[in-house]
C-alpha cells in the first residue's frame, strides 16, 4: 500500500510539473479533454500525460481535423533522460535522440488518439499505412504479418466520433491496440509483434517529419517542464 501510495505523489507530482493541479487538460484546436494520467489494459502502472495536439487533413485546400492526441508515458522513463535536464524546448525539439531514448526504455508509453469526427475503418488505416510504409525500407515476413494484424483491426468497422483509440508500445519490440467507443478500453484488442512496425509508428508521430506537428511540439514543452 504504501509504495502504491508514493507512485500515486509521483504521478501528482509529474502532472503537477506540466499542467498544474488539473485532472483534465484540453486540447485548444479540438476542445477534446484528455486526463492527465490513466490506466490502460496492458500497462503495469499508471501512466502521465506529456503533451496533446490534433491531426488534421487537407481536402480541396481546406484543413480538417480527423482527431486529437495525446502521449502517456510511464513517469519513470524521465530517469532515463538525464542528460536533457534544462534544455530549451528547441535544444530538445532538434535533438531525435530523445525521441529515441523514451521508445527504446523498457517501460510503457502509449498515444491517445480521439476521433473528432466519423471515419472509415479502411480510410483511417490507409492514412496510418501511408506513412508507417515509407519508414519500413525492406519488411521482413514479421513485419507483413504485424502490418496484416494491424490492418485487420480496422477493416470494416466504423469509427464513429469521440471513438478512443490506444497504440501503447510496452517495450520496444511490442505494440499493443486498444478500441473503445465508450470511454477508456477494458482489454487489449490486439498485439502487433515487430520492432520494425513498432518503431515506424512511433516516428510517424515523434519523428523529424510527425503527422501532428502540434502533438509533438506540446511534448516537447512539457519534457522542457518536467525536465528543469
Not at 199 to 224: I, M, R, Y
Amino acid at each position: 500500500m504504501q509504495n502504491k501510495e508514493m507512485h500515486l505523489k509521483l504521478l501528482a507530482t509529474f502532472a503537477k510539473h506540466i499542467f498544474g493541479s488539473a485532472e483534465y487538460i484540453e486540447e485548444p484546436a479540438t476542445k477534446v479533454r484528455f486526463q492527465t494520467s490513466l490506466s490502460l489494459p496492458g500497462c503495469s502502472s499508471s501512466l502521465s500525460l506529456l503533451g496533446t495536439g490534433y491531426r488534421e487533413k487537407v481536402f480541396a485546400i481546406i484543413g480538417v481535423k480527423v482527431y486529437a492526441a495525446g502521449l502517456y508515458v510511464n513517469q519513470s522513463i524521465l530517469n532515463s533522460l538525464n542528460a536533457w535536464k534544462g534544455r530549451s524546448a528547441a535544444e530538445i525539439q532538434e535533438n531525435s535522440s530523445l525521441f529515441s531514448t523514451i521508445f527504446q526504455s523498457p517501460l510503457e508509453k502509449s498515444l491517445q488518439i480521439v476521433l473528432v469526427r466519423d471515419v472509415d475503418g479502411k480510410t483511417f488505416w490507409d492514412a496510418l499505412n501511408d506513412a508507417i510504409s515509407p519508414r519500413i525500407k525492406s519488411p521482413t515476413p514479421v513485419d507483413e504479418s504485424a502490418l496484416s494484424t494491424f490492418r485487420s483491426i480496422f477493416q470494416g468497422q466504423p469509427l464513429k466520433k469521440g471513438t478512443f483509440i490506444f497504440l501503447t508500445w510496452p517495450d520496444p519490440s511490442k505494440m499493443l491496440v486498444c478500441i473503445s467507443a465508450d470511454g477508456l478500453p477494458s482489454s487489449v484488442d490486439a498485439a502487433i509483434e515487430s520492432e520494425n512496425v513498432a518503431s515506424a509508428l512511433f516516428d510517424v508521430f515523434f519523428g523529424e517529419t510527425p503527422v501532428s506537428p502540434s502533438l509533438k511540439s506540446s511534448v516537447v514543452n512539457g519534457l522542457e517542464s518536467v525536465l528543469k
